[in-house]
C-alpha cells in the first residue's frame, strides 16, 4: 500500500471538502482503482501541469461526461480481459453530476456499469465562485440566486439525486458526510465491492463558498447530520437498509448560523418563518427515514 | 493514380457501404465500440452489433450509449484505458460531439470515427452534404475523406494506422458521404482478415490508465504550460502528413490497393484545368474529364483524401502548372461565400510563387443532385478565367430562382 493515494501539495482552500472526502474515499477503496473526475474544483486544484496529487490512475475528460468516461474505462478494461479486482470510480461535484453530467450518469447506471459514483455535495457551482446547482438548498444565498430586499434566496429544494440513482436500480445508494469518515470510508468500499453501478451522495461543506471558518469544516457537516438536515442512510436495491439515528435532533438554526450563505435568514424580516421552513424539511427527514 | 493489384471478380461480394465499413472495422480488432443511432450512419452501428450478437469480435464490448456526446466520451475512457476504439456518426451528432473531440485530440487519443457526411439543421436535412465534419476542421482531428465504398472501408485500417503511429497519436475521422455511399451497394472486396495482422500491429499506447503505473490524464494547463500542447499537436498533424502517405503505400504493399496519399491526381500532367474536390463527387469528375479529354479540354482531378493534416505542398505541387484551379465545395461558411477547399487552397497559394487564380463553387448541398452538366458548365467558367481573369470567385451553384 502506497503511503498516500491523495498526495498533499495540492491547491484547494483550507479545510477543503473535496480534499477530505477523496482522501477519505481512495483510503475505503484502495490503490487498484481508476478515477475519473470531471470539470471542477476537484481537477483544478489536484492537477496543475505537470504536478498531480493522484497516486492512483486518474482522468479528467469534461464537465458533463464523467458517467460516460468511467463506462469506457469499464467496458475497456473488461474486454481486454484485464484482472477484475479493479475498481472504477468517479469523484465529481454536484454541478457535474445533478445538473450538466446527468443524462451521462444516467445512461451508465442503466447500462449497468461496474463503476462507483461519489457525488461531492458541496451545493452549489463552487469554481465558477459559488453559483446555485440543483443541489443548492432552499434559501441558500448563492452568487446567482442572492438574497435581496425581495428575496431569500434560492427558493427551489434540492434535486432528490440518491432517489434519482436508486429508480436507476442501482443495487447500492447511500448518502455520507465528510464529517464522519469511518463512514463513508466503509461505505466507499461496500459500494466498490458490490457488482453494478452504485452511488454515494457525501455532504461536503464547503468553507468558501458558504463562508464559515476553515477550521470548522467538519463541526458544520456534523451539525447538518445533527439537525436532520442530512440524513444519512444505505439504499440496496431501492430499500433502505440503514440509518444513521439521530437521537436528539438539534434545531437546524444550529447548523445555518454558522453560514454566511443562510446569514440573511437571521438578519432579515421574515427570516423566522423561512428558518421554520427548514425545520420543516428536518422534520420530515425525521420521520420519512426514521432517524429517531 | 488509383491502382488495383490482382484484383478478380471473384475476391468481391456486393454489399451495402456501411456494411463494408462495418466488416472492415471488425477485420481492425476495436476493443470497445460505441454505438447512438442517427441517419444515415445507422446501417453501420447495425452491422457491428450483428457481428457482436454473432460472436465474430473478439475482446470487445458494445456499448449502446444515450447520445453522440457518451458516444465520444465512452471511448475517450476506453482508449485511455489502452483500448483500440471506434464509433461512427453524422450531422448532429457529429456537432453534438464537438466539445469532446478537441478533448479526445487533445489528450492525444487515436479514436477512429466514421463520418457519414449528412448537412446540418436547420433546415433539417438529412442528405448529404460535408458541412458536418467539414466544421470540426479545427478540433485537432485527422480528417481523411473516400471517394467509394472500397475507400471508404480501407480508409478505416488506414485510419488505425495513421492515428495509432506513436510520432502521431491523434484522433481520425473517416468520412464517407451519407446515403451516395452509406447506402449504395456496390462490389468491394471486404478487407481482409488473413493479412490485417500484416498491416496493423496491436494498440500499445505508451501511456495508459492502469492501477500498476497510475497516471495523470487530462490535466489543468495553466498559461506556463498550455501553448506547448497546441504546439505538440500541431507537430503531430506535421508528421501524420508522412505517415498518411505510407500508410496508403504499405496498404497497397499487403492488400494491393491504393487510392492516392494525401492527394489523388486523375490526367493533371498537362493539364490547364485543375478540379479539386473531395468525396463521392470525384467519381463524377472522373467522368467529366473522360468526356472533356476527348474533347480536347486540357483538365485534369486533384482528388483531397487528407483536410487534415491540409496537404499544402502536394497540392501546390499540383497545381503549380496550371492556367486555372476550380474548387467544389459541398459546405460553406456563410458570412465568406466560400467553402473550405477554396479558402485553404488560396491561403496555401498566397505567399508563394504560385500565380494561380482559383475559383470556388458550393455545390451539393443538403444531397442536390450534381448532374455531370454542371461540373462542365463550371469548367466552361474556368476557360473564361483563363481568357479574361476572374469574375466571380466563389459562388454557389444551380441555384433555384425560383426560390429566391
Redesign the interface.
Known sequence: MKESLFCSGHSGCPGCCDAMISKFVLRGIG????V?TPTGCL??MT????D?S?????????F??A???????????????KDDD?KFVVIAGDGGTVDIGM??I??AF??GHDITYICMDNEAYMNTGVQRSGATPYDASTTTSPAGKESFGNELPKKNMPEIMAAHGSPYVATASLAYPKDLMKKAKKAADIEGPTYIHAHAPCTTGWGFDTSKTVEVGKLAVQTALWPMYEMENGEITQVRKVKNPKPVEEYLKLQRRFKHLFTKEGGDEEIKKIQETANFNIKHFGLQ | MVELRNITKDMMTVVEGSYAVAHATKVCKPNVISAYPITPQTHIVEELSQFIADGEIENCDYINVESEFSALSTLVGSSATGARTYSSTTSQGLALMHEVLFNASGMRLPIVVTVVNRALSAPINIWNDQQDSVSERDSGWIQLYAEDVQEAADMVAQAYKVGEDPDVMLPVMVCMDGFLLSHVYEPVVLLEEDLIDDYLLPFDPKYKLDPKDPKTFGAFAPPASYTEFRYAQEQAMSAALDKIEKAADDFYDVFGRYYGGLIDEYKTDDADIIIMAKGSIIGTIRDVIDNLRENGVKVGLLKVRALRPFPKDAIKEVVKDSSVVITLDKNISPGVNEGALCTETKACMYNSDINVPVIGYMIGLGGRDIPEDTIENIVDEAKEVINSGISTESQFTDLREDLI
Open positions: 490503490e487498484n482503482c481508476i475519473s481537477e483544478v492537477t496543475p501541469y505537470p498531480s493522484w497516486n492512483v490512475p486518474w482522468i479528467h475528460s469534461l458533463e461526461n458517467g460516460a468516461v468511467a463506462s469506457g474505462i469499464e467496458s475497456a478494461w473488461k474486454a481486454m480481459n479493479t443524462r451521462s444516467s445512461g442503466e447500462r
